[in-house]
């Protein structure tokens, strides 16, 4: 039973532990900034943190991992540097295709992925058949994510069902919005995590983190350690969650 399970690496009760911890991984291009160097090194960094720190979750029983990896307005960027995000989502995929199975990590990709290259949307079809064969944690990686995007979304595909007939507009609640959501299936973020020193969500999870605990840190993420991950974990087991109720 998972109110019994612990942490193996800071001892913390699984009844505190986060089952799903979403992170904003913000901060990249300051990081590379700070040391001279052209923010692509920042991604290259944000990258290997990634890894750390899905391995980490993974270690210490966190269910669900889900990144904010390149949102839905990253487009704007200069064009040079979304190239230099796609090619590391490329690389990361390569990689993770060799070693998704033996790590037992299912990987999954949420946002508007149609919009994504070609060849990075049939590398992550690849990694989507190796990963349905894995039971460990479930890392969802957003990309061409935004939280706005998913909810207009759902609310097509609903109105869809409604003009085929298949539902009643009255039977849209917010289990059958949340099932419509690219996040269907998952359980909402107990604990959010936004590195890099801003105090936003920046179109994350809006309908999912309805009431998640928010933890906001001037780490930048290239230099966030699993020990800096729990530090967040202490402090999300000090919250006192009442969900509107005394
Ligand atoms: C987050 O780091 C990564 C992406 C948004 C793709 P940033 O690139 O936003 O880094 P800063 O915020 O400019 O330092
Ligand atoms: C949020 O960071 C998006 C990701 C981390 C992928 P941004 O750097 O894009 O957010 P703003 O522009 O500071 O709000
Ligand atoms: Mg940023």
């Given amino acids: 039973m998972a109110l019994f399970r612990r942490n ?41 943190t990634f890894r750390t720190i899905s391995r980490y979750c993974d270690s210490i029983g966190v269910e669900q991992l889900t990144v904010f990896a390149f949102s839905t307005e990253n487009w704007k960027r200069p064009q040079d540097e979304v190239e230099g995000i796609m090619d590391l989502l490329r690389k990361y995929l390569r990689d993770s295709c060799a070693q998704l199975a033996e790590e037992n990590v299912r990987l999954r990709f949420l946002g508007d992925t ?7 949307q049939e590398l992550i079809g690849k990694n989507r058949v190796i990963s349905d064969a894995c039971t460990g944690i479930i890392v969802n990686v957003c990309v061409n994510y935004g939280g706005r995007l998913d909810i207009v979304r759902a609310a097509q595909k609903l109105a869809q069902k409604v003009k085929n007939g298949e539902i009643q507009p009255e039977e849209i609640d917010e289990e059958l919005f949340s099932e419509s ?3 269907r299936g998952l359980p909402d973020p107990e604990l959010l995590i936004r590195t890099g020193a801003e105090s936003r969500i920046s179109n994350f999870l809006l309908w999912q ?4 605990e928010l933890y906001f840190t001037d780490t930048l993420f290239p230099d966030f350690t699993p020990e800096k991950l729990d530090e967040a974990i202490s402090w999300f087991a000090g919250r006192k ?3 509107g109720g005394v």
Avoid at 114 to 120: A, E, H, K, Y
Avoid at 209 to 212: I, Q
Wanted: proline share 5%; net charge positive.
């Fill in 209 to 212: 983190s309805a009431y998640s």
């Fill in 181 to 183: 959501l690219w996040t």
């Fill in 8 to 48: 193996k690496k800071n001892g913390t009760a699984a009844a505190v532990m986060p089952r799903h911890i979403a992170i904003i991984m913000d901060g990249n291009g300051r990081w590379a900034k700070k040391r001279g160097l052209p923010r692509s090194f920042g991604h290259s960094a944000g990258a290997e």
């Fill in 114 to 120: 149609d919009r994504l290259p070609r060849d990075i």
């Fill in 241 to 243: 969650r009442r969900f």
